[in-house]
């Protein structure tokens, strides 16, 4: 009996790990920085600020020395850019992509981890016809430059599109791409089967709901509570535009026989203000998407046609650029302000919680200045001595040695054996659950008599 428990919990534990690489490899939150602007704080305040949320990696739009610079060391991932305008020389010269490379990439690589590089922003919808057909051969050149230095399978390059290079999108299972980039994009797209790079893309949800402005489209695309669009192809029900616009990608994908190539959303968001005659803006709807798209990737759902793994996606953005051209919306969208405080709250903060009941807008209250929460007190009364199993997480800061301490009380008082322990930052979902099979196989072991 007590071999086929221990059999059976095993079984358990390598599902369980299964689930962590899967996730681990797939799950996390991004946000682009941006930097069309005369206001922004210095690089280093950015970065701070940045580890004090859940954000795991960080978009730039170019490769800034200083801002690479200010994210050595702290575990950040990093994309970075190379500019349209680059891409003739990185076509034409494979000396200057490894210049290129060594630059931008060898100059802080590891310390700063760079995980991905653009090669150039929206190009195959840029209509240039002059530009469009050197984007691969750079693509290329870039890529010979990090297998010439190594770091081929440790940094994948890419470039980003617009949500145009579908010709149909709705319902999501007839998405295409369009046939006027056919062979440019397919051969892009071998480029990503062949290294094992990803599909960048841009869906904005925002734009879907301007296009098409009445109430119930807006509570599809804020992932508020709505009666949900069956797909007429699939029999699929989507209850969320941002979903939609990403199974539309994999539907394609899938379509021109490229089911190994994944997906990034490099940028997705919403604005909190925008002009007069416009549609949509405001700081309820964008604290409802972004709060909300946050929730939804965190509880690992994916999307239907990839279930069990969230995306990984890049919110737009760190801060307002209110040097960009176009409408107010466009210099709107900065999740903070250049004092560091936060425009509006969406749950990023390491101390906070992400409620996972969707966030419905509510009349706006006048503005506020964000206060500091303060520190909870902790209760001098003791607690009664739990008679069941429970669980704690530690709190953030506090030092190896006094949860090392903790712990040996803990064991001593409850007669289990203690050891060792080694630490790391606070751990994710998956982690946990892995950490927690690993105790329920010690418990078994032990009652069991098997240690």
């Known amino acids: 009996m007590a071999t086929q428990k ?9 599902v369980l790990l299964q689930f962590l690489s899967s996730a681990e490899s797939q799950a996390f939150i991004g946000i682009n920085y941006g930097q069309v602007a005369d206001n922004l704080p210095p690089p280093s305040e950015t970065v701070k600020l940045i580890q004090s ?10 490769a800034d020395p200083a801002i690479i610079k200010a994210l050595a060391n702290t575990g950040i991932g990093i994309v970075i850019g190379a500019s349209n305008g680059d891409i003739p020389a990185l076509a034409s010269d494979p000396n200057f992509a490894g210049q290129w490379v060594s630059s931008n990439v060898l100059a802080y690589y590891p310390a700063s981890k760079i ?16 530009l469009i057909p050197q984007l691969l051969p750079a693509m290329q050149n870039v890529q010979n430059a990090l297998n010439a230095a190594s770091l081929g399978g440790k940094i994948k390059v890419s470039t980003v599109h617009a949500m145009s290079i579908l010709s149909q999108s709705d319902p999501p299972s007839s998405g295409l791409f369009n046939p006027v980039f056919g062979d440019t994009l397919k051969a892009v797209l071998q480029f990503h089967k062949e290294n094992g790079s ?13 296009s098409d402005p009445r109430p119930e489209t807006l509570a599809f695309c804020l992932f508020q509570p709505n009666a949900g669009r069956v797909d007429s192809g699939s029999g699929i029900k989507y209850m969320n535009m941002f979903d939609a616009q990403v199974d539309a990608v994999r539907s394609a994908l899938n379509a021109w026989g490229f089911k190994e190539v994944q997906i990034v959303v490099a940028e997705t968001g919403w604005p909190y203000k925008g002009d007069s005659n ?3 803006p405001s700081v309820d709807n964008a604290k409802a998407y972004n709060g909300n798209l946050i929730s939804h990737l965190r509880s690992m759902k994916g999307t239907p046609l990839m279930p069990g793994i969230s995306v990984d996606t ?17 210099r709107s ?16 903060s390491k101390n906070a919680q992400t409620p996972t009941a969707p966030v419905t807008p509510v009349t706006p209250a006048p503005a506020t200045t964000p206060t500091t929460p303060t520190t909870p007190v902790t209760p001098v009364t003791p607690a009664p001595k739990p008679t069941i199993a429970s669980w704690c997480m530690p709190k953030p800061g506090t030092p190896d040695s006094e949860l090392q301490a903790n712990l040996d009380y803990a064991c001593s008082m409850s007669g289990i054996r203690g050891t060792a322990i080694s630490l790391r930052p606070l751990p994710s979902p998956q982690q946990i659950l892995v950490t927690m099979a690993v105790l329920i196989l010690v418990a078994t ?5 098997l240690l």
């Open 6 to 14: 221990l059999l059976s919990f095993f079984l358990v534990f390598l």
């Open 53 to 62: 949320t859940s954000i795991e990696k960080v978009r730039l739009y170019g």
């Open 115 to 130: 995980i991905v590089i653009n090669v150039g922003n929206e190009v195959v919808t840029s209509g240039d016809q002059n």
């Open 198 to 210: 990803p599909l960048m893309i841009n869906p904005y949800p925002f734009f879907a709901y301007q």
């Open 278 to 280: 416009e549609v949509g």
């Open 314 to 330: 890049y919110i737009f953005a760190v801060y307002d650029e209110d040097l960009k051209p176009g409408p107010g919306s466009e």
């Open 333 to 348: 969208f900065g999740l903070f302000k250049p004092d560091l405080s936060t425009t509006y709250d969406v749950g990023l």
């Open 445 to 449: 072991y032990d009652a069991e008599n």
